[in-house]
């Protein structure tokens, strides 16, 4: 089992900057790429940034690219989620995920945690 705990949410202003952090537990964090995707009131939950299992290899979902850096520490098994140039339209439920493979499908993550609010006002 693995277990995740995402922190870092809050209510921001249009522009403003937030870190999310994801906290893994359990089995060996090296052992899994690391995902963040989110959730708007009524919509679909959607990727937004993976990191490969080393750290080296990222993807970003194209409307984040430029303002979104997602790293990962290995020695704290922690993933970060750094969200600068926050907009209204990034206000969500923001979700990490643990994936085996290296992957962008919400189906191939095995592991979620309970999700933190961003909240973006204009």
């Known amino acids: 089992q693995v277990q995740l705990v995402e922190s870092g949410g809050g209510l921001v202003q249009a522009g403003d900057s937030l870190r999310l952090s994801c906290a893994v537990s359990?089995?060996?964090?090296?052992?899994?790429?690391i995902g963040w995707f989110r959730q708007a009131p009524g919509k679909e939950r959607e990727f937004v940034a993976v990191v490969s299992r080393s750290g080296v290899s990222i993807y970003y979902t194209d409307s984040v690219k430029g303002r979104f850096t997602i790293s990962r520490d290995n020695a704290r098994s922690t993933v970060y989620l750094q969200m600068n140039g926050l907009q209204p339209e990034d206000t969500a439920v923001y979700y990490c995920?643990?994936?085996?493979?290296?992957?962008?499908?919400?189906?191939?993550?095995?592991?979620w945690g309970q999700g933190t609010q961003v909240t973006v006002s204009s």
């Open positions: 995920a643990a994936s085996r493979s290296w992957a962008i499908r919400l189906v191939d993550y095995d592991y």
């Open positions: 359990g089995r060996t964090f090296g052992g899994y790429a």
